[in-house]
RNA sequence: GCUGGCGUAGCUCAGUGGUAGAGCAGUGCACUCGUAAUGCACAGGUCGAGGGUUCGAGUCCCUCCGCCAGCUCCA
């Protein structure tokens, strides 16, 4: 023991601090805060940097001491597991060459390369393996060590993949964690020992490339999850089951919107009469404020010859997803994959003056990529797509005004759609990948700096995205927060200087001379299959009112109340209302349940009371009975809520529910 | 495309070498019904496709197709 200890002062949360001997551990200070902080804590952040608890404190600072409420304590109980469920795997399939087991949102992953293949029937094994190793509790050690010795040893061990990642890193020394008889190159930090684990599940079992690369070696990646408790495992686990019920495809079946057929082709859906509903509801809404805001609608087909790409440099960009060439007499055409090159072809149908632009055509663009087959899911991936699409001409002077009116275009339509949140990614492309972007540095950089000064003017936030950008040229990309907490890319707004110049396009400008003209892509509601699949999700198949392809159904209890539910429902239908009527004969009971389950927002059950005077007892979707309305206040209500794309279900002139429903007999 | 898993009735799923099953949906009949499943009966399958092993294949083997998870890619 040293005579003369050096003293440390360490400042805690909350404006405290304790005075300690240099070399003092975060666990020991936790343990002088109070037991239960010793208990709790997994981790340490120690001057902005977190820490085993384990670890010396040398000097002054700031420590702060974490437990698995916070969400760093969270990611590090996963990092810990993820290494036990890395021991376990060892124990189990010796020679298994370890790769990386990072944590992810919600979880963690390992990746290995195995001795033999190996399926989701084997987690619980390792599982039961992970459970093991935490009976056990072993101390979970950091050392540090060489870089090199650590290379050899690791060699020596039959653990190429540590190698590799060793030879990268640059540093002379590195960490390592070792538990037991296992050791693993890591960062850290970890838990104190095994034993601090909680509630852990593997959930998948799935290939991944070394290193995303798919000329590298395919490894099997396990995925799994770990909470501080039980509870809040079984918690997640419940969302996940959520999740699943939400799932497009499934409700695509459950709620007859769409199909996938064999028969007809990967990736080319089958919109089925509710789904089309859905399509042309969104259509014509988008197709009308499109011509409120300026637009041009055209119709092109959706084939052209191969010659039209070569032009526009899709042939050289963007082949890989475009469906190979058929041969027809002379010409070779191919699918279009973009409706640019079309929509170019509109503009330069004649010449064009300064004072006509900006021209704003758009279409609804049917076009197919070939898209690798395991890409494809339900509605969401598909070859087969309409895109709302459309390009602006403008003068580069406009173009700023331009992307500002595409981007408040796209922030009235989230509105209605009932969007929430969204962020703003500027999509660049990578430099150092001269195959797939055009390769013309001043350009990219013109139009990136335009797009960034929009941003700015209309004061937004955005995230950065290198190599996310169009062949052409920079683009914003709106994602949005779908119903899975994910953020997917709806809209895009693109800055095109490259294809008027592949176009020759020009207009004659006020000097009388010809110029080059500026293109604006932008798509706002993506396209049909993918909104239609991201508003399944996100509405759960409970559409609002205006979407819903059923909008309400007639439940008449008798036979002889069918005729009064039909005579309704065609009134329904000549006022633009989706209404239909339960003419089986079933109970009202069983009626109720098969439109709650099929998600219509109205029900409206007709008997002999409501026949009598003209009313309605109106039952809303997942609420219950909302009392008796006459019929066609009930229409009149269900029309404004359409017409207003209100999202909620709230009939203003309903009589109070418990009124009507308690009564049982006919009002005098 | 790659790795792994899965393809049995419209849907969800049993069925590990010996005569293809259940529930729901469908059809028929009865009931005429008041706020989340009325009862009874009937019908429904070249077990994804093709080949092979076997006396015998839904079941074992091979090839192909599709679907699911993930990787890669992306609207």
New binding site residues.
């Given amino acids: 023991m040293e005579q003369h200890e050096e003293r440390i002062e360490l400042s805690l949360p909350g404006g405290d601090s304790m005075e300690v001997v240099a070399g003092t551990t975060a666990a020991e200070v936790a343990r002088r805060i109070g037991p239960r902080l010793a208990r709790e804590a997994v981790v340490a952040r120690y001057d902005g940097r977190l820490v085993d608890l384990a670890q010396p404190l040398l000097e002054g600072g700031k420590l702060e001491l974490i437990t698995l409420d916070a969400p760093e304590g969270l990611d590090v109980l996963r990092h810990t597991t993820a290494h036990v469920l890395a021991q376990a795997v060892l124990r189990l399939y010796p020679g298994t060459k370890l790769a990386i087991g990072p944590t992810?949102e919600d979880g963690f992953?390992y990746d290995f390369d195995l001795p033999r293949?190996?399926?989701?029937?084997d987690l619980p094994a390792i599982e039961a393996e992970m459970a093991r190793i935490v009976q056990e509790d072993l101390p979970i050690i950091r050392e540090e060590g060489g870089r090199q010795e650590w290379i050899e040893r690791f060699r020596a061990a039959g653990q190429p993949y540590k190698v590799e990642i060793l030879e990268e890193i640059p540093e002379a020394t590195v960490s390592l964690y070792r538990q037991g008889e296992f050791v693993d190159l890591c960062r850290g930090p970890h838990l104190p020992s095994t034993g601090r684990l909680r509630a852990f599940k593997l959930?998948?079992?799935?290939?991944?490339?070394w290193?995303?690369?798919?000329k590298r070696p395919?490894?099997?990646?396990i995925?799994g999850t770990a909470f501080k408790s039980k509870e809040e495992l079984e918690e997640h686990l419940a969302r996940l089951e959520q999740a699943r019920k939400r799932?497009h495809?499934?409700l695509g079946?459950?709620l007859e919107l769409f199909a996938?057929s064999?028969e007809v082709?990967?990736?080319l859906p089958l919109w089925l009469p509710k789904g089309a509903t859905i399509r042309r509801v969104l259509e014509r809404y988008i197709v009308d404020l499109e011509l409120q805001e300026g637009y041009e609608h055209v119709y092109t087909p959706p084939l052209a010859r191969t010659e039209l790409y070569k032009t526009s440099g899709h042939w050289e960009h963007y082949r890989?997803?475009m469906y190979p060439p058929m041969k027809v007499d002379d010409e070779e055409l191919v699918l279009r994959p973009m409706n640019c090159p079309h929509h170019i072809m509109i503009y330069k149908q004649k010449p064009h003056s300064y004072r006509e632009l900006p021209i704003r055509i758009a279409e609804l663009g049917l076009m197919h990529?070939y898209?690798?087959?395991?890409?494809?899911?339900?509605l969401?991936?598909?070859?087969g797509?309409t895109?709302n699409d459309a390009h602006i001409f403008c003068t580069p002077e406009q173009i700023k005004e331009e992307f500002l009116r595409v981007v408040r275009l796209i922030q009235r339509v989230y509105q209605d759609l009932g969007f929430q949140e969204y962020v703003y990614t500027l999509?660049r492309r990578d430099p150092e990948n001269r195959e797939?972007f055009v390769d013309l540095p001043e350009m990219w950089e013109k139009a990136e700096r335009l797009i960034r000064e929009a941003l700015d003017e209309i004061g937004v936030s955005y995230r950065e995205d290198i190599?996310?950008a169009?062949f052409y040229g920079p683009?914003l990309?709106v994602?949005v927060k779908s119903a899975a907490g994910k953020f997917?890319?709806?809209?895009?707004v693109q800055v095109d200087f490259y294809l008027p110049e592949r176009f020759g396009l020009e207009y004659v400008g006020v000097d009388n001379r010809l110029h080059r003209p500026v293109m604006i892509h932008r798509?706002v509601i993506?396209?049909m299959?993918?909104?239609t699949a991201f508003l399944i999700e996100l509405y759960a198949g409970a559409f609002p009112v205006w979407l819903a392809p059923v909008q309400g159904v007639f439940?008449?209890?008798?036979?002889?109340?069918v005729e009064y539910a039909r005579a309704w429902t065609e009134e329904g239908r000549r006022r633009g209302l989706r209404l239909e009527v339960d003419m089986?004969?079933?109970?009202?009971?069983?009626?109720?349940?098969?439109a709650?389950?099929q998600k219509v927002p109205f029900?409206l059950?007709?008997?002999?009371?409501?026949?009598?005077e003209e009313s309605?007892?109106?039952?809303r979707?997942?609420q219950?009975?909302?009392g008796?309305l006459p019929v066609r206040d009930f229409l009149d209500e269900l029309e404004k809520l359409a017409r207003e794309r209100r999202l909620d279900l709230h009939l203003a002139a309903a009589s109070s529910p418990g009124v009507?429903?308690s009564s049982?007999v006919?009002a005098s």
Avoid: C
């Fill in positions: 992810i992953y293949p190996i399926g989701p029937e959930l998948s079992i799935a290939g991944a490339y290193r995303g690369d798919e395919m490894l099997t990646r995925y799932d495809r499934r079946r459950e996938v064999e082709g990967q990736g890989e997803n990529r898209e690798r087959s395991g890409v494809l899911t339900g969401s991936r598909v070859r797509m895109l999509s797939k190599g996310g169009a683009k990309d994602d997917e890319t709806i809209s895009t798509g993506s396209t299959e993918r909104m439940l008449p209890i008798a036979e002889r109340h089986r004969d079933e109970k009202l009971n069983r009626k109720i349940r098969e709650e389950l029900m059950v007709v008997g002999d009371r409501e026949v009598e309605v007892a109106v039952r979707r997942g219950g009975d909302a008796h009507a429903a049982g006919p």
